[in-house]
């Protein structure tokens, strides 16, 4: 019967104005999620001070990228087991209350709340586009629309923290949640009226859809990622890696990891994540590969403009504009890969290798930068580190969507996208405690002047290095910042290098 209901709700396919318009609306939406990622980066500083709360600064970007997290997973299951269109719906309503929330937010507790009720809703947004997709288009033609869904996500991320920066010092900072608003509009008249209301994929009565939800994995799952994630935000910032609590967030996490692994595999078919889906190697080859790759690229898009301030003098909105050779490079060829894996009759394992291939060696590069490199080179590595990563970042979702029955799309598109959004998340902090533990190491053993200590340096931030130094200082600092860099840098090449063996497990066959 299951089987059945699949094959029918894979016929419910759209042409003509109705698929331009959910198209349009899908669009707009990834737009406003991939916004909401990195938006507040540029007007933090501006929010701390109007609410006078400096202390809060870290839970703008996390309140919303913690729950985002979490839940990715959990609505595969919803949307397995409830109808499609109103899944959606609800988690666009979620996602745009809090953004009208942190828009109006009188206190930062507030627009705390808004950011969290954001990622609630987030979380379901980004994989219910690519499920809708598997649902009103042909399986020969999904990789070009899920390529250009890709597409808008890459663009969405490259020209958020400018965007941020410029609604702060012209308008006001709050312009950067209402902006949700009329976006997110657009795409819920689309999917109202163009969106066919269809059966759940998979049809059962209410209290078998309860237990099939898999509460009991629900509950273990959540909490686990939850304390994963505070636990690298904080250990080694806000608290050392020995404190008694980070010790405690990862204690708890590896107990409730274990518990929702040995529940998966009791659960059978019943599970959030039935281990029949990981036992296929197209599928957990293709979620590691995805992992590693999207990993790196965070690490470069976040610490390439930490080198471009310290080493290179630029401003941040410099360094911004210095960063776009990968990031545009990596959604230009985001939106053209599927044009390429249609064109090779989807064999997925040789393109997979390819990237990673690619990605590798272009990784590697980018560690060979230098203080006095020219632009031809920093600009020439980011162009190829972007085409080479946008070459295989949405080939984990092609497969999903175009060689596993119907039925099983929506768990399948959920966990491509929350090891996508993981792997940034976890990746994010473990660059970040690289970076400042050899930052600070290399002050350490620096020789700095009597009038110049570390934690003065460590203050003045990467932008503001030729405040406080000059001369032979100056550029004892710069080459400190630099090796502090490469070494983070270091790290997406590992994780290119293991992007190489999820590609390899994938078949090479379409």
């Avoid at 997925?348 to 690619?358: C, I, T």
Wanted: charged share 10%.
């Amino acid at each position: 019967e299951a089987n059945q209901q699949a094959e029918e709700l894979e016929n419910t396919l759209l042409t003509g104005y109705k698929l331009v318009a959910i198209m349009a609306g899908l669009c707009c939406c990834v737009l406003c999620i991939s916004l909401d990622n990195t938006i507040v980066a540029t007007t933090i500083p501006r929010i701390t001070e109007h609410f006078d709360s400096f202390a809060d600064a870290g839970w703008y970007a996390s309140a919303y990228l913690l729950p985002t997290s979490a839940v990715t997973l959990v609505y595969g299951r919803i949307y397995t087991f409830f109808p499609i269109k109103w899944v959606y719906l609800t988690a666009l309503f979620l996602f745009e209350l809090g953004s009208l929330v942190s828009g109006v937010a009188p206190s930062s507790t507030c627009l705390i709340i808004g950011r969290a009720i954001s990622g609630l809703g987030g979380g379901g947004l980004f994989s219910g586009s690519l499920i809708i997709i598997s649902q009103c288009i042909p399986r020969h033609r999904r990789p070009i629309f899920s390529g250009l869904i890709m597409g808008i996500y890459g663009i969405g991320s490259v020209i958020a923290p400018p965007l941020g920066g410029a609604f702060t010092d012209n308008i006001t900072w709050r312009w950067c949640f209402y902006i949700n608003l009329p976006l997110g509009a657009v795409t819920a008249l689309a999917i109202l009226f163009a969106l066919q209301s269809t059966e759940p994929i998979m049809k059962a009565p209410w209290q078998e859809k309860m237990r099939r939800m898999d509460p009991l994995g629900i509950l273990t799952f959540l909490p686990a990622i939850i304390c994963l994630l505070l636990a690298l935000q904080w250990g080694g910032t806000t608290y050392p890696w020995a404190n008694g609590r980070i010790i405690s967030l990862f204690t708890v996490f590896g107990i409730l990891l274990l518990c929702f692994i040995g529940l998966q595999v009791y659960a059978g078919e019943k599970a959030m994540l039935p281990p029949r889906l990981l036992r296929g190697r197209n599928i957990w080859g293709s979620a590691l590969f995805g992992f590693c790759l999207n990993s790196a690229i965070f690490i470069f898009v976040y610490y390439l403009p930490i080198w471009f301030q310290s080493v290179k003098g630029a401003s941040a909105t410099e360094s911004g504009v210095m960063n776009l050779p990968l990031t545009l490079s990596n959604a230009l060829l985001a939106m053209g890969s599927g044009l390429l894996v249609t064109a090779v009759r989807y064999y997925y394992g040789p393109v997979m290798l390819l990237s990673a291939g690619l990605t590798c060696i272009s990784a590697g590069l980018l560690t060979i930068l230098h203080p006095d490199s020219a632009a031809a080179a920093w600009a020439g590595y980011q162009v190829f580190f972007g085409l080479a990563a946008g070459l295989g970042i949405q080939l984990p979702v092609f497969v999903v969507q175009t060689t596993l029955p119907t039925a099983d799309i929506p768990t399948a598109t959920a966990l491509m996208a929350f090891v996508q959004v993981l792997g940034g998340a976890v990746f994010v902090f473990v660059g970040q405690n690289v970076f400042q533990n050899q930052l600070v190491a290399g002050l350490l053993h620096a020789e700095l002047p009597a009038e110049l200590d570390v934690q003065a340096v460590l203050g003045a931030g990467p932008a503001g290095l030729r405040a406080i130094a000059s001369g032979d200082t100056l550029v004892m600092l710069l080459s400190v910042y630099h090796d502090a860099v490469v070494r983070t840098f270091f790290v997406a090449v590992g994780l290119a290098v293991a992007s190489v063996l999820g590609a390899g497990a994938v078949e090479w066959r379409p």
